[in-house]
């Protein structure tokens, strides 16, 4: 059974600060690796979708890797900016198993002016 | 209006109450999801809904009761629900139930159950 683990549960960074969310896997056999971002009394909105043949994809000031070998994926920031203050949250989906996500329990970030 | 839309917001019910959460997606989806989310655990999928048709009940408790009369709406029928029941329960659609499509995420209903 698939579990999804993330890695710190919150971190609290000054602006302007480069930092790494992480996230683990425990099957390799995953079709994809998605991050979420979730802010206070919101839904999800995705940000970046890694396929398992991909070993990165970035959007602006954000970078994913995916490692699957070692069952791992990072979330990079750049000059991190309050705005960036939210919930992580990364989501494996195995072979076969079409919409079926399995979500870590997210990193909360702070981003302090 | 565009996007998922979940209503109500917010709801306190008392474990003998029955009521109804709705999901309403705009985006022409095919597919639709529940989630709950509760205090320290990580986001579960509930149902899963793929052309009006029920493709995953990942072993919910029957006092939750989904329904899907048309492929943009999509309810979740609670009854004699327990405390621990009390979650954040999103709903979200994606243009069809497989892995290439995003699947996009209402704002979520807070049940609180005294």
């Known amino acids: 059974k698939q579990e999804v683990t993330q890695i710190p549960a919150a971190l609290s960074v000054p602006e302007g600060e480069n930092l790494v969310l992480n996230c683990s896997f425990t099957d390799s056999a995953i079709y994809n690796l998605q991050w979420f971002r979730q802010d206070p009394g919101k839904g999800l909105t995705s940000l970046l979708l890694i396929q398992s043949s991909q070993r990165e994809q970035t959007s602006g000031r954000l970078n994913a890797s995916l490692d699957k070998s070692s069952g791992r994926s990072t979330l990079y920031i750049a000059a991190s900016q309050p705005g960036d203050s939210a919930t992580y949250l990364c989501?494996?989906?195995?072979?076969?198993?079409?919409?079926?996500?399995?979500f870590g329990q997210g990193t909360e970030l702070s981003v302090k002016p | 209006e565009t996007g998922v839309t979940q209503t109500p917001r917010h709801l306190v019910m008392g474990m003998t109450n029955k009521k109804s959460l709705k999901c309403e997606q705009h985006?022409?989806?095919?597919?639709m999801y529940w989630y709950k989310q509760s205090a320290k655990k990580p986001l579960e999928l509930m149902f899963v809904y793929n052309f009006k048709e029920q493709t995953e009940n990942n072993s919910v408790p029957s006092r939750f009761s989904p329904e899907c009369p048309n492929s943009s709406h999509l309810f979740l029928h609670l009854h004699t629900l327990q405390p621990e029941d009390s979650a954040l329960y999103l709903c979200a659609s994606s243009l069809r139930q497989q892995s290439t499509d995003t699947q996009y995420f209402g704002p979520g209903t807070r049940l609180t159950v005294l």
């Open positions: 989501a494996a989906e195995g072979n076969n198993q079409g919409g079926k996500l399995i």
């Open positions: 985006l022409g989806h095919n597919a």
